[in-house]
């Protein structure tokens, strides 16, 4: 069972930056790919970044340029930095795991990002 828990969300006006920070524990860490989703009100939820346990990153095109996936094995730690922020990167962000073996999915509780224009 692995348990993820972001912090790191809140208010922000349109331009400023806010870095997200997601724990895992209940895993191997390192094995496992991690990755960043968000959820607007009345939207369906969507990829924003993702990284392998090699490292390797994706972007939706939407963030591209603009924010950051990266993580820390050492510390079971996966960030998304975002930069340049604006009123429709406003949602709920949420912190998946793929577990490296079973392949299961697991969750965070969600931190929320608020960008005012």
């Known amino acids: 069972q692995v348990q993820l828990v972001e912090s790191g969300g809140g208010l922000v006006q349109a331009g400023g930056s806010l870095r997200l920070s997601c724990v895992a524990s209940?895993?191997?860490?390192?094995?496992?790919?991690m990755a960043w989703y968000r959820q607007a009100p009345g939207k369906q939820r969507e990829l924003v970044a993702s990284i392998s346990r090699a490292g390797t990153t994706t972007y939706a095109d939407s963030v591209k340029g603009r924010f950051t996936i990266s993580r820390n094995n050492a510390a079971d730690m996966v960030y998304l930095q975002m930069n340049s922020l604006k009123p429709e990167d406003t949602a709920v962000y949420y912190c998946k795991c793929v577990q490296y073996g079973s392949g299961r999915d697991y969750w965070g509780q969600g931190t929320q990002v608020t960008v005012s224009s």
């Open positions: 209940g895993s191997i860490f390192s094995l496992n790919a």
